[in-house]
């Protein structure tokens, strides 16, 4: 029995020594939870609004648009850019980011922006425009300057793995126009409370008990801010209490100017793809691309109104409500005696403005990926994700635009022949190796597969010109007359089988000239002339025209076997349509930090890797693909006199069409394909080249240039027999030859009256 007493004993609570007592154990023992969690709180909250702790993501710029007397640029394609850079088109140009255009005499006010080489502050310049050239350009004095250039826009960035994206603002630079909308509609208290505002909880908790739902929040700024930068979506009670007690203590750390510039920057307000619109800064950007303080009322009241619900308001995808929204924000002010009657309507009656068509309209995610990839080589992904560097790019919207415009307007000619058909295009500028405009998909605004840089296919045809270059390299065997053996063969492979390639129709075609067996990009006599080179310097041949991939040395190769990207293929298409100067294809020409000091400049060095003169020879005969070969439909869309060479490319089973091909100014390639691989009927002329004669036709202002060369001998040639002959013989063709390689022997005919010259006589400059 007593231990059974002892044990009961044992869990008794023992006896306090007074009522006193217990009261303050049991206080202390309640306290220190609570002191706990207020500890944490304040742990999370200290620093938390720090400038500092923010992620600055480096930033991707298009080229500025230079203008300068004698560039290539209309009326209408300046005031294109100028509203796509947000400028305003007003009466009185007397404020930066504003414009007037009188015929073709423009008054535009120049941003102050750092550029690569410097600050350029805000300055008022003319531009007076010819019919397609800038024909001269003036300071506000009125003197003629050599040149000016706008304002360049952001592109893309290398963002962190959340995503969010912030153009960061000090209080002082934020519009006071903004700041008291702002607290007008979201928080008319701020400056009186400490953190929670009882007024505004219970007139919420009256008006959503009226309504039956939840329609109007009783949270402050202070409590949005903490909301979104410390704590989850969850809806609890416990969270509604860490709220609480972190917005005090948010309170007590910060001052309320401090916290209004926290909030300014942080608050959530719209998605750009996978990219997060934090703060009112970038905000002015992404929907009007105008700085914040160059916003008007309307505007401003319209990204006031999106705090209640970015997605709910997107004025891209539900304009209604959107302006719905503007004008009750609008309507606010005009009860606090801010607006009256006959300026509320006005405001109401003004369009919401936005600078683009859609929220994608001004990202190029196939372009950034490039830049994105080369920065890697030089930069940590830190320093590029939280440094804020500036990168320069030769990208051009504007061709950009016209490359989109001309796929689009290709796979809707295609699509009932093959609706998931994809399409990838590279454009390069001729005399610099810069990549201008990329695309990487059907629907070139969204990120994803990069067929540009990633898709790797069978190049076809598009391999024979380093086949025939190999050839025309050695001047004293070969020709653009050589006769060549477009005769069937077969070639024992590795694995014991045999390669027995075919021309496309199956057809042989003899002894035919070096020249024709290109432009009509016969496979026989590729692969006969191939064989007779050896592989290997026709490999080595790729490799010096820019392909760096390792190649294997198997005849298939001469055919197109190579599976290469379009960003390869227009590396090599380059080096041809640069005579023969081999230049790294460039997406960054230089870089800045966050404050605009210089950290890097990626100058061109281009190298002579093949003489100029065999690459003249096979200019000529890229030139007669397209007026006579496999490409002559071009003209189609293209003027008869303008000057261009290119070459198709079809792959086995035609499973790919490829068309690269140059002018005088810019290098495109473009391929066309399914990504399950599969046939898709087309060849290089039925599916590559529309995208191209179309590209080319609204973007190129500048022929081929094809002028006679000092070490080069220029003849009238018979083209069947390849002897010399006269300009009104039959068969008559002025062809190029290298010195020392050209026929001797004439062939003549009897003059019977000069004939209308072939058009090769016209090519020349």
Known sequence: MPKKNNHRRRFRLPRPTSWRGLFVKLAIAGLVPLLVFFAYCDAKVRGAFDPQRYDQPAKVYARPLVLASGAVLTSYELEEELRNLGYRQLRLVNEPGSYLRQGDMFTIYLRPFDFADGHRKAKKITVEMAATTVRVVRNALGERIAEEQLDPTVIGGVYPGRHEDRLMLSLDEVPEMLVETLLQVEDRHFYSHFGLSPRSIARALVVNIKAGRTVQGGSTLTQQLVKNTLLTNERSLWRKFKEAAMSLLTELHYS??????????????????????????????????????????????????????????????????????????????????????????????????????????????????????????????????????????????????????????????????????????????????????????????????????????????????????????????????????????????????????????????????????????????????????????????????????????????????????????????????????????????????????????????????????????????????????????????????????????????????????????????????????????????????????????EASTEQMPFAQRSNMEYLWVDAESGLRTQSWCENARYVPFIKGSEPRQSGGCAPDGEKMWNWFKGIFD
């Open 256 to 697: 309320k100017d401090r916290i209004l510039e926290a909030y300014i920057n942080e608050v959530y307000l719209g998605q750009e793809g996978n990219r997060a619109i934090h703060g009112f800064g970038l905000a002015a950007r992404h929907y009007f691309n105008r700085p914040l303080q160059e916003l008007d009322l309307a505007q401003v009241s319209m990204l006031v109104g999106l705090v209640k619900g970015p997605s709910y308001y997107d004025p891209w995808r539900h304009p209604q409500r959107a302006t719905s929204r503007r004008n009750t924000v609008l309507a606010e002010l005009a009860e606090e005696g801010w607006l009256n009657a006959e300026q509320l309507e006005a405001w109401k009656k003004e369009p919401l403005s936005l600078s683009k068509s859609s929220a994608l309209a001004g990202v190029y995610p196939a372009y950034v990926d490039l830049v994105r990839r080369q920065l890697s080589r030089d930069y940590a992904r830190q320093d590029l994700q939280k440094n804020g560097l500036r990168i320069f790019t030769p990208f051009d919207p504007l061709l950009q635009r016209r490359a989109e415009a001309a796929t689009a307007k290709a796979l809707s000619q295609l699509a009932e022949r093959k609706k998931d058909l994809q399409v990838a295009m590279v454009v390069t500028a001729v005399d610099s190796g810069d990549v201008v405009a990329v695309i990487g998909g059907r629907q070139p605004r969204y990120a994803g597969f990069n067929r540009a840089l990633d898709a790797l296919r069978p190049i076809g045809s598009l391999a024979k010109p380093a086949v025939y270059l190999t050839a025309l390299n050695q001047p004293d065997k070969y020709t653009l007359l050589t006769k060549l053996r477009d005769e069937p063969l077969s070639v024992p492979n590795a694995d014991g089988t045999l390669w027995r390639p075919s021309n496309y129709g199956r057809k042989a075609h003899g002894m035919v000239p070096l020249h024709k067996a290109l432009s009509h990009s016969y496979n026989l006599a590729t692969a006969n002339l191939g064989l007779d080179l050896g592989l290997s310097d026709v490999m080595d041949m790729f490799q010096r025209l820019g392909v760096h991939r390792p190649l294997l040395e198997v005849p298939s190769m001469l055919l197109g076997a190579a599976e290469l990207a379009p960003i390869e293929v227009a590396a090599m298409y380059q080096t041809i349509a640069a005579d023969g100067r081999y230049t790294p294809l460039r997406t960054i020409y230089a870089v800045s930090d966050a404050k605009g000091k210089p950290l890097a400049r990626y100058p061109q060095q281009p190298q002579q890797v093949i003489d100029a003169a065999p690459v003249h020879l096979l200019q000529y005969a890229m030139l007669e693909t397209v007026r006579e070969g496999t490409g002559k439909s071009v003209y189609r869309v293209l003027p008869k006199d303008y000057r261009v060479a290119g070459k198709t490319g079809t792959s086995n089973d035609t499973r790919d069409s490829w068309f690269a091909g140059f002018a005088g100014d810019y290098l495109a390639v473009v391929w066309m394909g399914l990504d399950n691989n599969a046939s898709t009927g087309l060849t290089g002329a039925s599916g590559a080249l529309r995208v191209w004669r179309q590209f080319m036709a």
